[in-house]
């Protein structure tokens, strides 16, 4: 309907309803919940399927949450029976919401499946449904993972591999720059996982990416050529970027409870631009040697320091550190990312370079020190350092060892070397793409409401 915005022209017709899917990772349903309530905030119904030990902070009236357990069979360090687990439990829940949803009168129109889930395109036909797939990755990371699931290259690489294959657009010359699965054998199965995203992407009606245009636009130009990608990111709660949805300041959903109050207090207390804020996500499994050495690195570059390490992960800070940072440092299990990076006390972010946090330091201007641990992160920081150039990498003098010396320089370097102005400069510039990404005739912007349109008016799609 040609002139007619996309909300009204729901207002004319049935409501859609869509039925979103997520694997029981923080990095997947974040970015997946924060899509949802875009969908709900444009009049659409949507019913999404989380892990039973999600934790609910703030859910949406217009958001409907079914929960599947995951909690029994194989753990996750056997992959193989791990996504088997995952696949046998997910569709014996979809099942059963799809089929009542038929007896109520409301049935599904679209699936919305997690790209790990490659399984869920043919369900979603045989259950009638258009289906969707939402990748979590960078642009230029699922390039590279599609690459090598057509054979080129192949892993493991070894130095001097051949990297001829990447598209120009991907600015990696040395291999230990790809995503570390590629030469890395630690995680037996990954490779061919992470590979399976485009086992059935030909059939997928859409493909949506949490990223935006103005971000990766030469690697999504190349991706377009082949699939019909839609950017819909970045995906963060609004009030952290256009402020269009009223309240929406944090997920909603959460598999950590965090540390709120606390952490936004002692933030409170600190000058601008005086904090280091240090996490490295939900799944990073730092050596006691690590650990070691980024404790001393930060406690000797004089500046404060706010550090997440998990409850399982505290026993490998020393008594002698934990007796010396307390007059500089804050140490929690968990907190609000968001509204951390948000906070005028937080100068820098030092990072795993998880896409979700990436996304997050870029959607806030925030200048980064990077320290990428496996998969994806590496490609990631590769973007931040040499592409956009709003962080700094922790010098490695082996493939896993660093330095308290090279924590403390890295950490000075971005809060006040003089790459600094020029990392903050970058960072903000980046905010305001990502903010216009995702305002009101924005490229991503854009693409939902597309989305939308093609779900609403079927013959549009093409």
Not at 189 to 209: P, T
Not at 308 to 336: H, M, Q
Request: proline share 5%.
């Amino acid at each position: 309907m040609e002139g007619v915005g996309i909300e009204s022209e729901l207002r004319m017709m049935k409501t859609p309803h869509i039925l979103l899917i997520s694997l029981p990772f923080q990095g997947h349903v974040s970015p997946m919940v924060q899509f949802t309530k875009r969908l709900a905030s444009k009049g659409l119904q949507v019913t999404f399927l989380c892990p039973s030990s999600t934790i609910v902070i703030n859910q949406s009236d217009s958001i409907n949450i079914e929960y599947i357990s995951y909690k029994d069979g194989p753990t996750v360090q056997d992959l193989e029976l791990y996504m088997a687990n995952i696949q046998k439990h997910a569709s014996d829940k979809l099942v059963q919401v799809i089929e009542k949803q038929k007896r109520c009168g409301h049935p599904f129109d679209v699936l919305v499946h997690d790209s790990l889930m490659p399984w869920a395109v043919d369900f979603g036909h045989q259950h009638g449904l258009r289906v969707a797939s939402f990748f979590t990755q960078a642009c230029a990371v699922n390039a590279i993972y599609y690459l090598v699931f057509q054979g080129k290259p192949r892993p493991p690489l070894e130095e001097g591999s051949s990297l001829s294959s990447l598209p120009l657009s991907i600015p990696v010359r040395d291999y230990r720059d790809l995503p570390s699965d590629l030469y890395d054998e630690r995680h037996p199965g990954s490779i061919e996982l992470l590979g399976s995203q485009f086992s059935h992407v030909q059939k997928d009606d859409w493909i949506l990416c949490n990223t935006f245009l103005e971000l990766e636009t030469q690697v999504v130009n190349w991706l377009s050529s082949k699939w019909k990608i839609m950017t819909i990111g970045p995906s963060v709660p609004s009030m952290f970027l256009d402020k269009r949805l009223a309240d929406d300041r944090d997920y909603g959903l959460s598999l950590f409870k965090p540390e709120g109050e606390a952490c936004i207090k002692w933030l409170d207390e600190k000058d601008t631009d005086s904090v280091v804020y240090v996490s490295f996500g939900s799944l990073a499994n730092l050596v006691q040697d690590q650990m070691d050495e980024i404790a001393w690195g930060l406690l000797n570059s004089d500046c404060n320091f706010l550090w997440v390490v998990r409850d399982t992960k505290k026993s490998k800070l020393s008594e002698k550190f934990i007796e010396e940072f307390a007059d500089r440092g804050l140490i929690v299990n968990w907190c609000p990312q968001l509204k951390v990076l948000a906070h005028n006390a937080v100068g820098s972010f030092m990072t795993h370079c998880g896409w979700n946090s990436t996304l997050e330091a870029l959607s806030l201007g925030v200048p980064m020190t990077v320290l990428p641990q496996w998969m994806d992160q590496t490609t990631n920081a590769k973007y931040i350092v040499d592409v956009w150039k709003t962080g700094v990498r922790v010098k490695a003098r082996d493939k896993e060892s660093i330095t308290r010396e090279d924590i403390t320089k890295s950490v000075k370097d971005v809060m006040e070397g003089t790459k600094r102005e020029e990392l903050k400069t970058n960072a903000l510039k980046l905010k305001e793409m990502a903010l216009e990404a995702m305002s009101k005739g924005g490229s991503s912007d854009k693409n939902i409401d597309d989305f939308i349109s093609e779900i609403v008016n079927p013959t549009t799609s093409t």
